[in-house]
């Protein structure tokens, strides 16, 4: 028996970084029992870049990529012409190849698929990644008081009840998320079928026991970072929702305790405002900034002995599920993050990963009482195997397949 046809699409490219990090994983996975046809926007410049790599890791699995040129501008126009493209292509792709369910990584995507099933009968499983459109308000990438975003907004508020309540299964990426939609009228006396799948963690890249010491030396030979440095990490990109200034808050009082204390951002591409933040905050000598591939990620965390993270605890975030966590817990490194975001704390406190700040005033406080305890623990094996059981990409695509099995049962 021939494995069923899936349609996969998403708004985000597979040679942008998330597209390697959180789509494709999955998709090599479950392209082991099922037929995958993807789908996905490409911007121009990563796709130049990267699609000689993406290529190879498609065909390598039998899955048949199909890359459209994602389009900017305008705002919102350039968005109706993509779903316009996406929707032909759809419709064109499911009478050709047969196919029974479609995947929809958020909510743009799941326009189309909302009405493949109304029109076609194909299965509908709304991959939703967050409050999409919360997090357009929240970020402030849209303005309410403009009529054009608040028509917009009112729009994908009136779809995500339309999307969660005909999908044949739902995924959010946190239970924050999911109790907080089941407390909804709409759906307090209509279950609707939601699985958690938080972002998911490649156990074998994310790996201290695959890291190759005499890189890790010349990484610190690189970054000037001697043997005495205590090194608190921050893994990714400072925009939209991280809280730099309150990051280096955190620094300048950590310094108080540990003198002899680095700050290691791992970030690409914003060196200018982070050193521009530490200036402000008079730690700047103490700053490191170092871009990385992939695959140099995990042995630049790796120099590290804690790490931080703190998040704008906006109303959105509640479905967030930030996958720097699952890779720091995996590098058996500690971190600091705060409360109210996903399931962060929850984590954290399941698996004692770290210190939770639920208020930023206590941070003095909680760095000189409640560090010492985490950072005097000797074997933190256990926070790979907490990572291993709530992060791991086996157990993703696990769940994957449970869902695709139930809509087609």
């Not at 610190?220 to 090194?231: G, R, T």
């Not at 990051?247 to 951002?265: D, E, G, H, R």
Request: a positive charge.
């Amino acid at each position: 028996m021939s494995n069923p046809n899936t349609l996969y699409l998403s708004y985000d490219g597979m040679t942008d970084a998330l597209g390697q990090s959180q789509v494709l994983p999955y998709l090599v996975g479950l392209s082991k029992h099922y037929n995958i046809t993807l789908v996905s926007f490409e911007k121009k410049d990563n796709f130049e870049k990267n699609k000689n790599t993406i290529q190879q890791i498609v065909d390598a699995n039998n899955i048949s990529w199909i890359p459209l040129n994602y389009t900017k501008q305008p705002p919102v126009l350039s968005t109706v012409y993509d779903v316009y493209r996406l929707k032909k292509i759809v419709f064109q792709l499911i009478k050709e190849k047969n196919i029974q369910i479609i995947h929809c990584r958020s909510y743009i995507t799941a326009l189309i698929g909302l009405q493949a099933k109304q029109q076609l009968g194909t299965k509908f499983i709304f991959d939703m990644r967050g409050f999409w459109a919360d997090e357009r308000v929240d970020g402030k990438l849209w303005n309410l008081k403009n009529p054009v975003y608040k028509k917009v907004y009112d729009y994908f508020k009136k779809k995500e009840i339309e999307f969660l309540q005909h999908a044949d299964y739902s995924i959010s990426l946190t239970h924050n998320a999911k109790n907080e939609i089941l407390s909804w009228k709409k759906f307090k006396n209509n279950p609707i079928k939601i699985q958690v799948i938080p972002c998911c963690v490649d156990m074998d890249l994310f790996n201290p026991n695959k890291i190759v010491e005499a890189e890790k030396i010349t990484w610190k030979s690189k970054l000037n970072i001697s043997n005495d440095d205590f090194v608190l990490s921050y893994l990714g990109s400072v925009g939209t929702w991280y809280m730099l200034d309150e990051m280096m808050q955190f620094f300048v009082l950590f310094l108080k305790q540990y003198p002899n204390a680095k700050f290691l951002f791992i970030n690409k591409d914003e060196k200018e405002k982070i050193i521009a933040c530490a200036t402000k905050h008079g730690v700047a000598d103490k700053i490191v900034v170092q871009g990385a591939n992939r695959n140099e990620v995990a042995t630049i965390l790796s120099l590290s002995q804690l790490s931080v993270f703190f998040i704008l605890p906006a109303y959105s975030k509640k479905a967030s599920s930030p996958t720097k966590q699952g890779e720091i817990m995996a590098m058996q490194i500690p971190l600091v993050c705060n409360a109210n975001v996903g399931d962060t704390d929850f984590v954290v406190e399941k698996y004692n990963s770290g210190i939770i700040v639920d208020d930023f005033s206590t941070m003095e406080q909680i760095i000189k009482k409640e560090l010492n305890r985490i950072l005097q623990i000797n074997d933190l094996a256990y926070l790979r195997v907490g990572a291993e059981d709530y992060f791991s990409l086996e157990k993703g695509i696990e769940n994957y397949l449970k869902v695709y099995h139930t809509v087609l049962e």
